[in-house]
């Protein structure tokens, strides 16, 4: 008989160990692989839901136009073509300015990426150029009739997708400090129409002003050369920025990318809404004449002016 309870209690304690191994530690391991299931999936809906939120936000440069025109200014993120530069990269300054379209074949941009600013430790390659499609993200504004992002504020870029135009290098990013002569030399290695994407700061003497160039809201355009004593230039500083009206003669730094332009009349080597300041005004007749050495004197028919020994032509440049 106690032979028979001891076999019934040992069977009892079977009993419970496998109902509890076998029913409720299986019931634990399948209501975590449940759980471990619906988590998985939570995380793939939210993620998928993340994409999609993130995706609409991206916005083509109409969106971004359309948005700018409803008082919408985000921050959004705006995805286009690099079609040209606004402003190309600065050295000084550490920005560059772009603009942007749609279609990538599009000679004219609709939208700026205005002033991106360029990390000292980017890889000269992993600057935007046309070409490349960029998502700019930033808060958008418009200046006067031009829609950009408001560089005042937060803004980053990524490139999307490099184009096959030519990349910046390590030189590029130093200003190259030249005479005309070496502007001209290092222009005519660019194309046609094409902006060079180093930036030059290139020092010489006025030597005729523009057709239409005159100084005007403090923009002016002239001709360059490294002789004063030219009266024309194949260097044309054109509607460059300046605090005062450059003449003849004026010896002028202009700062800015070089462009090509080959016309009917030839090749023509440019700045092109550059930076330009007077670094030494001209001496004009007038100038000479106050002193009383001074004398007017005509060699071949051409006036000199003759003071203190020395000759000087008409712009005030000492010729003897």
Not at 56 to 74: C, P, Q, S, W
Not at 219 to 231: E, I, N, R, V
Request: net charge neutral.
């Amino acid at each position: 008989m106690k032979k028979n309870a001891y076999l019934c209690s040992r069977n009892m304690d079977y009993f419970a160990n496998y109902v509890i191994q076998h029913i409720f530690i299986n019931k634990i391991h399948l209501i975590n692989k449940i759980f471990l299931i619906m988590k998985k999936f939570f995380l793939f809906v939210a993620a998928a839901l993340m994409s999609v939120s993130m995706f609409a936000d991206n916005l083509t440069v109409a969106e971004a136009k359309a948005k700018i025109d409803a008082k919408d200014y985000g921050p959004y993120t705006v995805e286009g073509y690099v079609v040209k530069f606004y402003e190309a990269y600065n050295p000084s300054y550490k920005n560059i300015s772009l603009w942007m379209a749609d279609d990538k074949a599009a000679e004219k941009g609709d939208f700026v990426a205005y002033r991106l600013k360029i990390d000292d430790k980017i890889d000269p390659a992993d600057i935007p150029v046309p070409g490349d499609k960029i998502a700019v993200t930033a808060t958008l504004t418009k200046y006067s009739s031009t829609y950009e992002t408001d560089s005042k504020k937060d803004q980053s870029f990524t490139i999307v997708e490099k184009g096959a135009g030519t990349r910046y290098t390590a030189d590029d990013l130093v200003i190259g400090k030249v005479n005309v002569a070496e502007a001209i030399e290092a222009g005519m290695k660019l194309a046609n129409g094409e902006t060079g994407l180093k930036v030059y700061e290139v020092t010489g003497y006025v030597v005729s002003i523009a057709k239409n160039g005159s100084f005007n809201n403090g923009k002016m355009s002239f001709y360059m050369h490294d002789d004063a004593t030219q009266t024309k230039g194949d260097f044309e500083a054109y509607q460059v920025k300046i605090a005062e009206a450059a003449n003849k003669g004026d010896k002028v730094k202009v700062t800015g990318n070089l462009q090509r332009y080959d016309g009917n009349n030839g090749t023509t080597i440019e700045i092109a809404y550059g930076q330009a300041e007077i670094v030494e005004k001209a001496q004009g007749i007038e100038d000479v004449v106050l002193t009383e050495k001074a004398q007017k004197v005509m060699v071949d028919g051409v006036v000199y002016i003759v003071r203190d020994g020395k000759m000087y032509n008409a712009l005030g440049t000492q010729v003897r």
